[in-house]
């Protein structure tokens, strides 16, 4: 039988681990974890989404704040504001919500958070972290944390001999997803859209990771009995069989025909996504535990 994994019901294990852990940082140690959120603009899912990250936060017992900027803030403006947050004591995480308006660059703005208060991850010194395999000092991207959390679920801490395949390669997903599979030991194949007869190299996974961002691009025959399928892609599609205008959200695989082959997979929605907040959390109370010099849970 296929193992359909509960996203939410892990993410709601980790919550609780992590409002223990504040409750025991603020009561031994009288240090309240804090985090910011900054949004620029007013992108109807990132407002969802920076919406659920302060509500989950004031969950976990943190101190809590969010600043909505104008969508024309100049990049100079959210730099002050970065500035500011990183000398803020009370403030152990940054989060900017992307994307961020064209006005601004990116990566700029990530460079600009202070490496210690990146819960995001992005930052060069946590993805060098990472990348060199000093993951216990890194803070690791949300999506692709929650997303290893759910494989070790699945088929435990030491992934030696397996066959992991990744398809996509971005900063935030593929290539961190990547490096985390490489230091359980699997043996990894990051593709993308240049990559020869993905379907058949798809087949050679044990784990299966699609992060593609595009709808139900992994049929069914492209997935090797047993294997561990991880769908990062969230996707809307118009949904007429609901109703004029309905729309629905689909993975990067076609969930119907992929199930039945996988020995375990992930949902969408109700898989990745709700681990994506519950390790920002996570993350936000490393950063507080570290500065207060104090040992963090193990997630
Ligand atoms: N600074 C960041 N920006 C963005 C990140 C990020 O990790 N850091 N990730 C995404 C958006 N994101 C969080 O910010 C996010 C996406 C999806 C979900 C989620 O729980 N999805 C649900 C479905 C939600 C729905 O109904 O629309 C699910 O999959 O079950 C949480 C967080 C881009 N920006």
Redesign the pocket.
Known sequence: MTDVID?KKVAEEVVATVRQGAAKLIAEVGVTPGIAVVIVGKDP?SQ??VN?KSRKAKECGFHSVQHELPAETPEDELLSLIGDLNADPAIHGI????PLPKQIDSARVIQAISPDKDV?GFHFVNVGKLGTGEIASAFV???PAGSMLLVERVRGRDLSGLNAVVVGRSN?VGKPMANLLLAANCTVTIAHSRTHDLPALCRTADILVAAVGRPEMIRGDWVKPGATVIDVG?NRIDAPERGEGKTR?VGDVAFDEAAPLAGAITP???????M??AMLMANTLVAACRTAGVEPPRF
Do not use: E
Not at 95 to 98: A, E, F, K, P, W
Not at 268 to 274: E, L, Q, R, S
């Open positions: 996203g899912a969802v989404y659920s989060l900017v919500q992307l995001d991207p949300c999506t935030i969230i959200l969408v929605p109700g898989g990745v996504g709700p994506t907040i």
